[in-house]
T-cell receptor
């Protein structure tokens, strides 16, 4: 199994600012994902982080708002840009290897925007 | 549209009792169906995973069933413990979609002493 850590675990930010969330996996993985989980809701996929190329975004999410980096097979960042209170949520990182079925999740970053 | 729906939305049971959570899905075809447990403030952790051809899978006190004909799955928890209090999420992986997952909204289980 993969162990995933995220930093920061939580943050309180002012509207209009940006926050970068880091995701570190303890082993090389083929696929990394970023999710949002709003209060009382399940997970919604924001994008798939691709190593060496631009991330693949889901409908409703755009690169200008959620720029993603993936410089290698164990690390990725998600930036929440120009934040508003509607961005208050938990952001989770997920990882999966191409030839296995299980996706593992980080503990999440709880973001509050004032 | 691919959807996963769970019931009940929330459930309260006494410690030591059994319970069953339901999941209905419209995802077809699919690679596998998983049940995840998500403790408050944590990321989801996989409990069971079943492929299209499997009917049941156990993991300790957790037993998942799958009926691919009716597109239903259930998670049965035996002899519940206080630590079972969590959100249980049914997740379906559509076939050949690069690892994407379709999440149910979860069932919030509370086990009381």
């Amino acid at each position: 199994s993969a162990v995933i850590s995220q930093k920061p675990s939580r943050d309180i930010c002012q509207r209009g600012t940006s926050l970068t969330i880091q995701c570190q996996v303890d082993s090389q993985v083929t696929m990394m994902f970023w999710y949002r989980q709003q209060p009382g809701q399940s997970l919604t996929l924001i994008a798939t982080a691709n190593q060496g190329s631009e991330a693949t975004y889901e409908s409703g999410f755009v690169i200008d708002k959620f720029p993603i980096s993936r410089p290698n097979l164990t690390f990725s960042t998600l930036t929440v840009s120009n934040m508003s209170p509607e961005d208050s949520s938990i952001y989770l990182c997920g990882s999966k290897n191409r030839h296995t079925d299980t996706q593992y999740f980080g503990p999440g970053t709880r973001l509050t925007v004032l | 549209k691919n959807q996963v729906e769970q019931s009940p939305q929330s459930l309260i049971i006494l410690e030591g009792k059994n319970c069953t959570l339901q999941c209905n899905y419209t995802v077809s075809p699919f690679s596998n169906l998983r049940w995840y447990k998500q403790d408050t403030g944590r990321g989801p952790v996989s409990l069971t995973i079943m492929t299209f051809s499997e009917n049941t899978k156990s993991n300790g006190r957790y037993t998942a069933t799958l009926d691919a004909d009716t597109k239903q799955s259930s998670l049965h928890i035996t002899a519940s413990q206080l630590s079972d209090s969590a959100s249980y999420i049914c997740v379906v992986s559509p076939y050949n979609q690069g690892g994407k997952l379709i999440f149910g909204q979860g069932t919030e289980l509370s086990v009381k002493p």
